[in-house]
Nanobody, 116 residues
Framework: QVQLVESGGGLVQAGGSLRLSCVASGGGFTLNAMGWYRQGPGKQRELVATISRGMRTIYADSVKGRFTISRDNAKNTVYLQMNSLKPEDTAVYYC??????????WGQGTQVSVSS
């Protein structure tokens, strides 16, 4: 069973930075795409960024130029570097990964709060 553990969330002032990490464990899988999603208060969950096995990245328009997604396949880890944070970035951030066998896994979420 694959498990995802996120870390790095917290409270930061507007303009600050945070780095989220998500480690996949459990064995017996080969990673495919990995990504970050978020759900703000009273909002639907939305895509933040994804990165393919071949390192192709996709970003939501709202975070382009501020957030950077990266991955370390040897460590089964995906990162999200978040700079120039805004209050509207406040949300629970979820890690997601898919495997080459098309299985789909989500983390439990980590809270990011940005004060003005």
């Amino acid at each position: 069973q694959v498990q995802l553990v996120e870390s790095g969330g917290g409270l930061v002032q507007a303009g600050g930075s945070l780095r989220l990490s998500c480690v996949a464990s459990g064995g017996g899988f080969t990673l495919n795409a990995m990504g970050w999603y978020r759900q703000g208060p009273g909002k639907q969950r939305e895509l933040v960024a994804t990165i393919s096995r071949g390192m192709r990245t996709i970003y939501a328009d709202s975070v382009k130029g501020r957030f950077t997604i990266s991955r370390d396949n040897a460590k089964n880890t995906v990162y999200l570097q978040m700079n120039s944070l805004k209050p509207e970035d406040t949300a629970v951030y979820y890690c997601r990964l898919t495997t080459l066998t098309a299985s789909d896994y989500w983390g439990q979420g980590t809270q990011v709060s940005v004060s003005s």
